[in-house]
């Protein structure tokens, strides 16, 4: 299997500092299995869907415990380079560019507006495998902004996509596309977000009935944020676990309404 373009959303890990709890709670919302934690990378466990890899869980490093929140990891040809581009168009780098292995390369950034995210350059480890409609699987994912004018600069700068607009009066949202398919969302974060809650990107995880999912993670302790919400990509809705990662589910089999007009960006 080649490794996803550049740019591409390919791999998402979360640190969780009760790691058998949230393996329970995953394990029950998305019917996840879990690989042997890797002693030689912190403990670093493989989730399942299906039988692919789908993410991973892991604890905090000495010094990193604090709220729990799902990194989505971008595909580099060359990590070294995008943090690079990252720098050079106001983002940071948190973690340089660090050999895993021969699993592949990584490294953690911090967009202009605050969203952390990762940037993975694949040795043998390429991303998720578990395809999309899979119950478990990565689905999907959008960069929550307060300040989408620098985001939409940066994205557009680090990563070699297309844009374009939603025509919504309702919201602020911007598809990148790479490769003739939309790979990513923007949205801008309205005042209905509590002040405190910073920029972030919330990642979407398939599952084959929305309600039920949510009603099993609520049953769990988690929080039910928005939705359940029919829309033409799915039903979907946003819950923080209960360790405070957040997250939304999403039934894509299940679509309402027209697919809405978009705008390329120049």
């Known amino acids: 299997m080649a490794a996803p373009s550049e740019g591409t959303p ?48 892991v604890p905090p490093m000495p010094g990193q415990e604090g709220q729990s929140q799902w990194c989505l990891y971008f595909a ?38 605050g969203a952390v995210f990762g940037v993975w350059q ?13 119950p478990g699987a990565y689905c999907w994912a959008e960069v929550f902004t307060r300040d989408p004018d620098r985001t939409d600069a940066f994205l557009s700068a680090v990563f070699p996509y297309t844009a374009k ?24 974060m309205t005042d209905d977000f509590p002040p405190e809650v910073p920029s972030y990107i919330n990642v979407y995880f398939t599952v084959p009935d929305c309600d039920e999912a949510v009603a099993t993670a609520t049953k769990l302790g988690a929080v039910l944020r928005f939705g359940p919400m029919d829309s033409p990509f799915g039903r979907f809705a946003a819950l923080s676990d209960p ?6 589910v999403i039934d894509v089999t299940t679509t309402a309404g027209e697919m809405p007009q978009t705008t390329d960006v120049p």
């Open 165 to 188: 607009q939603m025509q919504d009066d309702g919201m602020d949202f911007r598809l990148y596309d790479l490769d003739g398919s939309t790979v990513l969302g923007r949205m801008r």
């Open 122 to 134: 694949a040795g043998t480890h390429e991303g998720f495998e578990a395809p999309v409609q899979t």
């Open 76 to 113: 580099a040809t060359d990590a070294a380079a995008v943090a690079g581009r990252i720098r050079e168009n106001g983002g940071e780098v948190l973690m340089e560019p660090m050999q895993v292995g021969e699993f592949g390369t990584m490294c953690l950034a911090r967009e202009p507006s």
């Open 10 to 57: 390919c791999w998402a890990d979360a640190m969780f500092t009760d790691l058998e709890a949230a393996k329970d709670f995953y394990g029950e919302v998305l019917g996840w299995t879990f690989g042997e934690a890797s002693s030689q990378y912190g403990n670093y466990t493989q989730a399942y869907a299906d039988g692919k890899a789908a993410a991973a869980v």
């Open 243 to 248: 360790q405070g990662a957040n997250f939304s």
